[in-house]
T-cell receptor, first 116, second 112 residues
Framework: SAVISQKPSRDICQRGTSLTIQCQVD?????MFWYRQQPGQSLTLIAT?????????ESGFVIDKFPISRPNLTFSTLTVSNMSPEDSSIYLC?????????????FGPGTRLTVL | QKEVEQDPGPLSVPEGAIVSLNCTYS??????FMWYRQYSRKGPELLMY????GNKEDGRFTAQVDKSSKYISLFIRDSQPSDSATYLC????????????FGKGTMLLVSP
């Protein structure tokens, strides 16, 4: 496994503003994923970030709202843009490792976002 | 019908009890099955994974997959208060890389 950190751990933001969440891994990884976890709901995949290419977004999520960067093999950012109270959620990054035989992902501690 | 169904609980048991957590799924393409444990205000932690049908044991934890019934289980023996957490099942169709589909999670409370 790897050590995965996220910043900030939590934030309270005003409607209409943007927040950038950072995800740092202590080893090189192929794929990084961004999820949203809303109360009482399943983890929902927002997008997949592969280093050196555009992020791939899941249905219902768009780049203008959730721009993602992946500048290297150990770091990624997710921006939540033009926030509304409906964006209040926990945002999680996860990683998988190259050469693994089994699909498993390892998660960061999450960023708890409250939008007022 | 959702792809993965999981009873949200909460499931309350006394310390020492055997706990059974379950998920059902509808997509017959799923081959890899995982259980994650999530403590309050923490990220999900991979607990166990299995491939196809069968059982896998790790200490007090046993994961069981029945693909014919599209049903997976996680058993916890001699449950401890430290097992109190939300348990998420997850599954995927392929090896290498493919999207994980999660259940909503079951909250487990183990009382001393």
């Amino acid at each position: 496994s790897a050590v995965i950190s996220q910043k900030p751990s939590r934030d309270i933001c005003q409607r209409g503003t943007s927040l950038t969440i950072q995800c740092q891994v202590d080893s090189q990884v192929t794929m990084m994923f961004w999820y949203r976890q809303q109360p009482g709901q399943s983890l929902t995949l927002i997008a997949t970030a592969n280093q050196g290419s555009e992020a791939t977004y899941e249905s219902g999520f768009v780049i203008d709202k959730f721009p993602i960067s992946r500048p290297n093999l150990t770091f990624s950012t997710l921006t939540v843009s033009n926030m509304s109270p409906e964006d209040s959620s926990i945002y999680l990054c996860s990683v998988d490792f190259p050469g693994r035989a089994v699909d498993t992902q390892y998660f960061g501690p999450g960023t708890r976002l409250t939008v007022l | 019908q959702k792809e993965v169904e999981q009873d949200p609980g909460p499931l309350s048991v006394p310390e020492g009890a055997i706990v059974s957590l379950n998920c059902t799924y509808s997509n017959s393409a799923f081959q890899y099955f995982m259980w994650y444990r999530q403590y309050s205000r923490k990220g999900p932690e991979l607990l166990m994974y299995t491939y196809s049908s069968g059982n896998k044991e790790d200490g007090r934890f046993t994961a069981q997959v029945d693909k014919s019934s599209k049903y997976i289980s996680l058993f916890i023996r001699d449950s401890q208060p430290s097992d109190s957490a939300t348990y998420l099942c997850a599954m995927s169709a392929g090896s290498g890389y493919s999207t994980l589909t999660f259940g909503k999670g079951t909250m487990l409370l183990v009382s001393p």
